[in-house]
Each structure stands twice: as structure tokens, then as C-alpha cells.
């Protein structure tokens, strides 16, 4: 049974109170994900405090779910345990990026591997900061490994293995030829009893096979390889490459000795883990894309924007942020409902993204508020140019459903060939929109540096087009 915690609101951006029905049918569809993993999901805040729980087997926990929530990760693990997860957190939040870990724990199910993965929960700016936390049961494969370690005999340590791990494994010896493979290798790829090594390089992308050739390097070199993820074509025995299906597996190899410790082949293990990439990749872009308009999420485009900002230009080439603002967007909310602003918005950002050029990206940082990011820019003058048309495209008559109304935008952008945070950025192109507005929303303002060297809005008379 899952608990009805709404980490989908914490999942994607809070869109303020326009999202409505969206957010409820997102928050329905990360729910069906969810559930359908036998991995364990929680949200943490900073401190490592339980505010949410996602998980079909109570036996993993280390304790009662009612138990747990409100409670740190300390006080329900252990010292050792919690005091690594804080510092995982900590460091997740400061740079943005996810981390994994493995850790042994006893829970009512027994002493079990667990391995982590923490990664930021996108929120709004006033929101707390959290993490998603995915812990996977790696018993099993911790087992295992554990005895391809202390097994020496051939016949010992194909037959152990292939009673416990339940995933496909395989041997290869050193002139490459497959000797052996367990009964759960067959449905990933195929029967290799007799083949070589080949086949199993047949069966990878072209773009996936340096990296498998590296990885059994690696192995024959005598290091272990652990979780290379590759896209393999999978095939019934016998059927063409063409009929294949791509997958996504996760491939571990270990050297394989001989009681002299002298190389003599290589064991692997292969399992498909294509429904577990798609989930994660599924949270992602849940974390960074708003959910009403399809856009990014604020956190979002400032991550991109200070990409884009720390990307070397080619001499005499910059970047450009245009910021959009709906004019009098709150009365069509106060008059026709938020059903017909979520339209409006929803209206305004398919307009900006055709509106744009390839490689561009449009990000709704606020409730009626977008930026466009414009990467390799050659002048003011061509960013201006591409404001405008953004202008154009949102200066429109637009059916909400229950009434007509007039779509209507103030426009500001900022360019530079300059070094540039992304706040600094965002805010520039702000004060050239609250410029645009303040003239009566007839054209485009560049911010612009004046004569004296001060940073100011230059206004760019151009009327729209109605």
C-alpha cells in the first residue's frame, strides 16, 4: 500500500495554483510508477527527517512506516549508517548532482545489502530543500560476488552462481569463447552456449561497443567492472539482428583465476534493466520540467543558463535571455478561472517555443513569467531580432474556451559575450521587461551598457504586429 504523501508536488515545479487538474494527474501518474518498482522510495528534507514513503515490502524497512516519518535517518538506522546519508544529502543539495552508495543494514527481513541513490527534488524558491531517495536490495548480488571471491573450483562456482544470482551469467575464457551461461541468460540474449564473445558484441549498439570492449578489457586485465549500463538489441535464437528489441542491461564482469591466481577467463553478469532507466529517467524530467506548460522549471533553466554562461563562445559570439511577462494575466485568472489562465499559459509557451530557433530553451521561472535562453548569439542586434518575433508570436487573440482574449506580453532581453552568473543574467533582461512595461508594452527593451559604463535598459522602439 502506498502512502498518499505528494511528492509529486515536490517532484516537478509548484506552479502556483494555475496547475489544477495537471498537477493531480501528475501526481497520479508518479504514483503508478512508483509502485510498480520493488525499490524502496522516500523523500528526506536536509536534515535526513522521513517526510514521505513509497514501498510494496514493509520487511525492508528498519522500522514501522508510522515510525519513521518524522524521524532521522540516525534515529532509525544507525550512527555510522545516518551520519553517511547526512553527509550524502548535504552534498547532493550543494551541487545539484546525484549519488549512490551501498551500505549493510538489519531489518525484519534479515542483515541485507542496500544501495542508495539521493538526487534534489526541484522545488519552488521558498520551499525546503529535499531529496529523493530510490534504495534498491542488493543482497543477492552482494552474495554473490561474495562467492565468485572464495569459490577456486570451476564446477563449484558456475553451479553456486547459478543458483544465486537471478540474473543472467556468464563465462568467458580467454581465446573469447562463451562456456557457459545460466537458464535467466537465455531470455536476455538468447542461447551462447556454443558461441563466442562476438555475439555478445554483436548484440550492442554501435555506439554502446567502446564501452563494452572496455569494460572486458578491464576484466582480462584482472579489475573488477561493476553496473556499466549499454543498450543491447535483444533477439529470440536464431532471428535476424533486425528483429531485435532495444533494451537497456546492466553488465558487472570479474576476472576469473585458477588456483595459482593466474587469469583464465572472465565471468559476467547481465540483467535488463530498461523498466528501472526508464523510471529514473521519468523522475528527472519530472524534476526539471513544469509540469502545466512543458517547460523548464525555474531551478532548471538557471542550471542551463549557467551551462550556457560557462560555455567558451567563438570570438564575437554571446548569449541572450529573453524574459516574457503576461500582461494582466491576473484578471483573466479573477474573471474566468484559473482553468482558462492554465490555457492562456499553456497557449503562450507553445507560442515562445515556436517562436524560438533551434537550440534555444524556454523556462517558466514564475506563475505568468518565461525566460527564453539564446546560446551562441552573434550581437545585440540579432538578439533584439529574435526578441521580437517573441514578441510578435504572443501579441495574439486567443479562445480560452470560455471566453475571448487578447494575449499580450512585456519583453525584455539581455545579451552579453561576457562571463555572467545566471541570476545576474535573469536579472538583467528583468529590468528590460519592467522597462517594456512601463512604455506602454509597444515593443522590445535591450538592457544595454550606456556611455558611462552603467548597466541600464536601452529601449528598442519597434511596434508589435496585431
Known amino acids: 500500500m502506498i502512502d498518499r504523501t505528494c511528492l509529486a508536488n515536490a517532484v516537478v515545479d509548484d506552479g502556483g495554483p494555475q496547475l489544477g487538474a495537471c498537477e493531480r494527474d501528475g501526481e497520479a501518474?508518479?504514483?503508478?510508477?512508483?509502485?510498480?518498482?520493488?525499490?524502496?522510495?522516500?523523500?528526506?528534507?536536509?536534515?535526513?527527517?522521513?517526510?514521505?514513503?513509497?514501498?510494496?515490502?514493509?520487511?525492508?524497512?528498519?522500522?514501522?512506516?508510522?515510525?519513521?516519518?518524522?524521524?532521522?535517518?540516525?534515529?532509525?538506522?544507525?550512527?555510522?549508517?545516518?551520519?553517511?546519508?547526512?553527509?550524502?544529502?548535504?552534498?547532493?543539495?550543494?551541487?545539484?548532482?546525484?549519488?549512490?552508495?551501498?551500505?549493510?543494514?538489519?531489518?525484519p527481513a534479515g542483515i541485507r545489502w542496500f544501495q542508495v541513490r539521493l538526487a534534489p527534488i526541484a522545488r519552488g524558491e521558498e520551499s525546503s530543500r529535499t531529496v529523493c531517495l530510490l534504495v534498491r536490495d542488493i543482497t543477492e548480488q552482494k552474495d554473490a560476488e561474495q562467492e565468485i571471491s572464495r569459490l577456486l573450483s570451476r564446477e563449484q562456482l558456475l553451479t553456486r552462481l547459478s543458483e544465486a544470482l537471478p540474473i543472467g551469467l556468464f563465462e568467458i575464457d580467454m581465446a573469447g569463447r562463451i562456456r557457459f551461461t545460466n537458464d535467466l541468460m537465455r531470455p536476455i540474449m538468447g542461447d551462447l552456449r556454443t558461441a563466442t564473445v562476438e555475439g555478445l558484441r554483436s548484440s550492442a549498439l554501435t555506439e554502446e561497443r567502446p564501452a563494452l570492449e572496455d569494460a572486458l578489457a578491464a576484466a582480462y586485465g584482472g579489475r573488477p567492472v561493476d553496473d556499466v549500463e549499454m543498450r543491447l538489441c535483444l533477439r529470440p535464437t536464431g532471428a535476424p539482428l533486425a528483429s531485435g528489441t532495444e533494451r537497456v542491461c546492466s553488465l558487472s564482469l570479474r576476472p576469473l583465476t585458477d588456483t595459482a591466481g593466474v587469469i583464465t577467463g572472465v565471468v559476467g553478469c547481465l540483467s535488463d534493466v530498461t523498466e528501472h532507466v526508464q523510471l529514473r529517467r521519468e523522475l528527472e524530467v519530472m524534476a526539471s520540467v513544469d509540469m502545466l506548460t512543458s517547460c523548464l522549471n525555474r531551478e532548471a533553466s538557471l542550471k542551463l543558463l549557467e551551462r550556457t554562461s560557462a560555455t567558451p563562445q567563438a570570438p564575437g559570439t554571446g548569449n541572450a535571455v529573453i524574459f516574457v511577462d503576461l500582461d494582466h494575466f491576473k484578471s483573466v485568472n479573477d474573471r474566468l478561472g484559473h482553468a482558462?489562465?492554465?490555457?492562456?499559459?499553456?497557449?503562450?509557451?507553445?507560442?515562445?517555443?515556436?517562436?524560438?530557433?533551434?537550440?534555444?530553451?524556454?523556462?517558466?521561472?514564475?506563475?505568468?513569467?518565461?525566460?527564453?535562453?539564446?546560446?551562441?548569439?552573434?550581437?545585440?542586434?540579432?538578439?533584439?531580432?529574435?526578441?521580437?518575433?517573441?514578441?510578435?508570436?504572443?501579441?495574439?487573440t486567443f479562445d480560452v474556451g470560455t471566453a475571448v482574449v487578447e494575449l499580450r506580453t512585456s519583453v525584455g532581453v539581455a545579451w552579453t559575450d561576457e562571463a555572467l552568473d545566471a541570476d545576474a543574467f535573469i536579472a538583467r533582461a528583468d529590468c528590460a521587461m519592467y522597462e517594456s512595461k512601463r512604455m506602454s508594452r509597444?515593443?522590445?527593451?535591450?538592457?544595454?551598457?550606456?556611455?558611462?559604463?552603467?548597466?541600464?535598459?536601452?529601449?528598442i522602439h519597434e511596434p508589435r504586429v496585431n
Request: hydrophobic fraction near 40%; proline fraction near 3%; aromatic fraction near 4%.
Open 340 to 396: 482558462a489562465g492554465d490555457r492562456l499559459l499553456r497557449e503562450t509557451a507553445e507560442r515562445l517555443r515556436g517562436a524560438t530557433r533551434r537550440g534555444d530553451s524556454v523556462g517558466r521561472v514564475g506563475g505568468d513569467e518565461f525566460i527564453v535562453i539564446c546560446p551562441c548569439v552573434q550581437s545585440s542586434s540579432q538578439a533584439i531580432r529574435i526578441a521580437e518575433r517573441v514578441a510578435a508570436s504572443t501579441t495574439a
Open 29 to 107: 501518474r508518479l504514483q503508478a510508477l512508483l509502485s510498480s518498482l520493488d525499490d524502496l522510495v522516500f523523500e528526506l528534507d536536509e536534515n535526513g527527517t522521513y517526510l514521505g514513503i513509497w514501498i510494496v515490502n514493509d520487511a525492508l524497512l528498519a522500522a514501522p512506516r508510522n515510525e519513521l516519518l518524522g524521524r532521522t535517518v540516525r534515529e532509525v538506522t544507525n550512527e555510522e549508517i545516518g551520519l553517511r546519508l547526512e553527509q550524502i544529502i548535504s552534498h547532493v543539495l550543494e551541487t545539484g548532482h546525484p549519488e549512490t552508495w551501498e551500505y549493510r543494514l538489519g531489518v
Open 442 to 459: 509597444d515593443g522590445v527593451t535591450l538592457f544595454a551598457p550606456r556611455a558611462s559604463g552603467a548597466r541600464s535598459p536601452r529601449r
